[in-house]
């Protein structure tokens, strides 16, 4: 999978350029920097970890890599959610990304289980 071909990949990165301008927004406005770091970390690792698994050195670097993606996709979700629950935002600053972020989660699972499957 070459990145300039992936969708997965172009979809991840321009969800990390949003999750960058909701750091600065939390950061800015609500004063949420603890929460603010948590987002930021877990929302970049994503579109960080699939370049990462595209240059990787075989299959299973590739799995590994984008296995934590999914990871950190999850973890981004939960964010989304617990800003919402809290308040911290309203849900009209989070429903898009957490449509997004699941969207990205079905792509991922599905990228992992045809790799894992062809390696058999």
Known sequence: ?????????NRVFDFSVRIVKLYKYL????REYDLAKQILSSGTS?????????EGQSRRDFIAKLSISLKEAAETEYWLELFNATEVLEEKFTDSMLEDVKTLIKMLNNILKTTKQSMK
């Open 27 to 30: 950061c800015d406005e609500k």
């Open 46 to 54: 994503i579109a960080a970890n699939i370049r990462e698994g595209i």
């Open 1 to 9: 999978m070459a990145k300039e071909n992936s969708i997965v990949y």
